[in-house]
């Protein structure tokens, strides 16, 4: 869970010796960062329901608010393209000092049809006193009674069973789904996977020396690799007894290419964190080297994401972003929102390192996008009453920064009002 509670949460065992310091730390905005855990056995895809107000990614939404969904036709399709959107992730952010606010949840929808993907994004909220949850947050008691639980009437009554996403048939499944089954795939899910919560570690930016910093210990890290690439090959050809001199000059196409391919693989394997930072980066910063460009938001997005390896998720409401790089930036403020007139405020971004760590499903292949920002209404506004007088959900701002191309880096872009 990210917000107020979940960060108070477990303070009060530390005693009063961190009060002071508690009290100075929570005057600031609170910058969080979620990782994926690994994939769920059986009774833990129960705890990712919606009963428990999980943060996560991947399999079928755990709706809030069981009732007066998003609509399937005019909602939850691309703005662009018309295609369907499937359920990238949601995220549980309580806003407990306000009453009408005590839970809440963003969901976060794509388009795989378009490159980058298009999102929408949708808030939903409820006091604590509701009929749908109790007023504390579930205790271990309430997790044994899920562990026999079944599926949950509810929702039910209004989603597909495959993919969780609402429908008008709900008994025969959305119409993607059947197609699907007809031909014998899998839904177009992504992997199910909880997202945990922990402080951000902001990264010190207080030397600006083009000498020092990731990129320059990227480069030492590749000179380091090179050496022992040719140390091997020396070995592997003369053996231990000839000098270096006699041996003659290396050049790296003297090594076997699966030799180095099987090095890299294992490096890989050992520390699977170390290729998710630079995947992304790495071919941006290659791109401005040629240009001879330096782009001051591209450092700050790599120091960070050093910082915090493997993060797929960062939360810092009323905030800002930091931008993947330059170009494609969303220019101006977001739009307000169109419900009560309030600003909208960042709240949260999706990281490129999510891309990697969902790879193997034929969804994550259709992922592309540099990151992505979501923004929220700053007065936290209900969302508008179903026709049965019931909460439903609020569509908020949603916007994709792509990776960027030589093709359309020309500066920032517009907001587009939705």
Same mark, same amino acid.
């Given at each position: ?12 065992? !530390?005693?009063?010796?961190?009060? /002071? ?7 600031? +905005? ?8 690994? @994939? ?23 709706? +809030? ?7 399937? /036709? ?23 000092? #306000? ?26 909220? =409820? ?13 271990? /008691?309430? *997790? ?10 509810? =929702? ?8 969780? #996403? ?37 990264? !010190? ?10 990129? $320059? ?5 590749? @000179?380091?690799?090179? @050496? !022992? *690439? ?46 998710? $930072? ?24 790599? #120091?960070?994401?050093? $910082? ?47 891309? $990697? +760590? ?29 026709? !049965? ?6 569509? *908020? ?22």
């Amino acid at each position: 869970m990210v917000g107020p509670r979940d960060v108070g949460e477990g303070k009060e065992e !530390d005693g009063e010796a961190d009060s /002071d310091e508690d009290e100075e730390e929570g005057d600031g +905005l609170q910058e969080l960062v979620g990782y994926l855990e690994d @994939a769920p056995d059986e009774r833990g895809r129960r705890l990712l329901t919606r009963r428990f107000h999980p943060c996560k990614a991947g399999g079928k939404p755990a709706w +809030l608010v069981p009732a007066n969904l998003p609509d399937p /036709d005019s909602e939850l399709n691309c703005m662009k393209c018309g295609s369907g959107l499937r359920f990238l992730l949601q995220v549980y952010a309580s806003q407990d000092e #306000l009453e009408r606010a005590f839970h809440r949840s963003i969901s976060l929808f794509v388009c795989l049809n378009c490159q980058p993907n298009e999102v929408r994004a949708f808030r939903a909220q =409820l006091p604590q006193k509701t009929p749908w949850y109790g007023p504390k947050k579930p205790d271990a /008691d309430a *997790e044994k009674a899920a562990a026999g639980a079944t599926p949950d009437p509810e =929702l039910k009554a209004l989603c597909c069973p495959r993919c969780g #996403l609402p429908c008008r048939n709900p008994s025969g499944g959305c119409e993607d789904c059947r197609r699907r089954l007809k031909y014998g795939d899998p839904a177009a899910v992504f992997d199910e996977r909880e997202i945990s919560v922990d402080g951000a570690y902001d990264p !010190d930016e207080d030397e600006d020396d083009d000498e020092e910093g990731p990129l $320059a210990e990227e480069v030492d890290e590749a @000179a380091a690799e090179e @050496a !022992d *690439e040719e140390q091997r090959w020396r070995e592997q050809t003369y053996g231990d007894g000839m000098p270096a001199t006699v041996q003659g000059p290396w050049n790296k196409d003297n090594q076997s290419e699966m030799e180095k391919l099987h090095e890299y693989n294992k490096k890989v394997k050992a520390s699977p964190e170390a290729k998710l $930072a630079r995947s992304e980066q790495r071919v941006y910063s290659e791109w401005c080297g040629e240009k001879n460009t330096k782009d001051e938001h591209f450092r700050k997005f790599q #120091l960070f994401a050093d $910082a915090n390896a493997a993060h797929v998720l960062r939360y810092e409401l009323g905030g800002a972003p930091l931008w993947f790089c330059q170009a494609g930036m969303l220019e101006g403020e977001p739009p307000a929102c169109e419900r009560c007139g309030a600003r909208r405020a960042f709240e949260f971004q999706v990281q490129p390192q999510l891309i $990697a +760590l969902l790879t193997g499903s034929t969804c994550a292949e259709r992922l592309e996008y540099g990151t992505i920002c979501v923004y929220t209404c700053e007065a936290h506004c209900d969302p508008p009453a179903g026709a !049965d007088g019931r909460a439903s959900y609020a569509e *908020e701002f949603a916007f994709t920064q792509g990776e960027p191309d030589e093709e359309w880096c020309q500066g920032p872009k517009p907001n587009a009002a939705r």
